[in-house]
């Protein structure tokens, strides 16, 4: 099977512009988490997306959005651009919502904010 | 804000070393979860510890949690250089629905 995958790897933006990164799950997996990296605060849950509806959601501001498509593809959104939205965008995917099913991870979208 | 935190927050060691990284973390948990982050790359995963369970092994690795201290390690036998990366702890908290939460990780780096 084809692994998670995300798009674009990279992508460089300017202040106040707005951002979509897309994710692609494993095939068969229902469940899309995000994740942001950064050098300062690590990994930080952002949200997670279960048959289209979002099940769970971190503590970030609403300029940060996402949303699922019936083929589990996700998108997340960022608008209003800031220089600290600067980080590694990770999305994960899982088969279901089972506690006990690890997350296979994407390698991520580097966004760099000028 | 992060549940877990490692220690060391780096660690420097010789091809066929044994590696030993910990991790300890805050409330109570379903799962602890031990990941690998090469530089640049996703995160990959290494395993899985319920909390019912205190001892777990695969392969190179052998992974132990103690509920009662809030506390796990995962031991890496007979290093290799291709060892070399981010190693982090992440735990699913129990009533929890998915969200992991992510330690800060150790950075190991194993010398040929």
């Known amino acids: 099977k084809a692994g998670v995958t995300q798009t674009p790897r990279y992508l460089i933006k300017t202040r106040g512009q707005q951002v979509t990164l897309s994710c692609s799950p494993i095939s068969g997996h229902r469940s899309v988490s995000w994740y942001q990296q950064t050098p300062g605060q690590g990994l930080q849950f952002l949200f997670e997306y279960f048959s289209e509806t979002q099940r769970n959601k971190g503590n970030f501001p609403g300029r940060f959005s996402g949303r699922q498509f019936s083929n589990s593809r996700s998108e997340m959104n960022v608008s209003t651009l800031e220089l600290g939205d600067s980080a590694l965008y990770l999305c994960?995917?899982?088969?279901?919502?089972?506690?006990?099913?690890?997350?296979?991870f994407g390698d991520g979208t580097r966004l760099s904010i000028l | 804000s992060q549940q877990g935190e490692e220690d060391p927050q780096a660690l420097s060691i010789q091809e066929g070393e044994n590696a030993t990284m910990n991790c300890s973390y805050k409330?109570?948990?379903?799962?602890l979860q031990w990941y690998r982050q090469n530089s640049g790359r996703g995160l990959v995963h290494l395993i899985l510890i319920r909390s019912n369970e205190r001892e777990k092994h695969s392969g190179r690795l052998r992974v132990t949690l103690d509920t009662s201290k809030k506390s796990s390690s995962v031991l890496i036998t007979a290093s290799r250089a291709a060892d070399t990366a981010s190693y982090f702890c992440?735990?699913?908290?129990?009533?929890?629905?998915?969200?992991?939460?992510f330690g800060a990780g150790t950075r190991l780096a194993v010398h040929p």
């Open positions: 994960a995917s899982r088969e279901g919502t089972e506690g006990n099913q690890p997350q296979h």
């Open positions: 409330t109570s948990i379903n799962n």
């Open positions: 992440a735990t699913a908290r129990s009533g929890g629905y998915n969200k992991l939460i």
